[in-house]
């Protein structure tokens, strides 16, 4: 069984800073791709940015030079650090891993819950 548990979210004002935290536990051989993903009220689920296991980063156009991905491969955990949030950064945002949990599996999709972070004044 794998889980994944995020952490970090809540309430901030517009220019504020939060970091979500994302670990992997469980049955676990190996992980690829983690990211980070959101979704707004009435919006499609839509990424916010993925990080591969050596490190290449890639981000959606509307984070991109606010938000920074990482990862510690010895922790099993993936981090997103989010500076100078707008109000439109609202939305419930879910830890996506690509896992093989044997060495004779292929990768498979897991998600964490989700947390919601809020952008008000």
């Known amino acids: 069984q794998v889980q994944l548990v995020e952490s970090g979210g809540g309430l901030v004002q517009p220019g504020g800073s939060l970091r979500l935290s994302c670990a992997v536990s469980?049955?676990?051989?190996?992980?690829?791709?983690m990211g980070w993903y959101r979704q707004a009220p009435g919006k499609q689920r839509e990424l916010v940015a993925s990080i591969a296991r050596g490190g290449d980063t890639n981000y959606a156009d509307s984070v991109k030079g606010r938000f920074l991905i990482s990862r510690d491969n010895a922790k099993n955990t993936v981090y997103l650090q989010m500076n100078s949030l707008k109000p439109e950064d609202t939305a419930v945002y879910y830890c996506?891993?690509?896992?093989?949990?044997?060495?004779?599996?292929?990768?498979?999709?897991?998600w964490g819950q989700g947390t919601q972070v809020t952008v008000s004044s």
């Open positions: 469980g049955n676990i051989f190996r992980i690829g791709p």
């Open positions: 996506n891993a690509q896992i093989r949990t044997t060495s004779s599996t292929n990768s498979k999709d897991y």
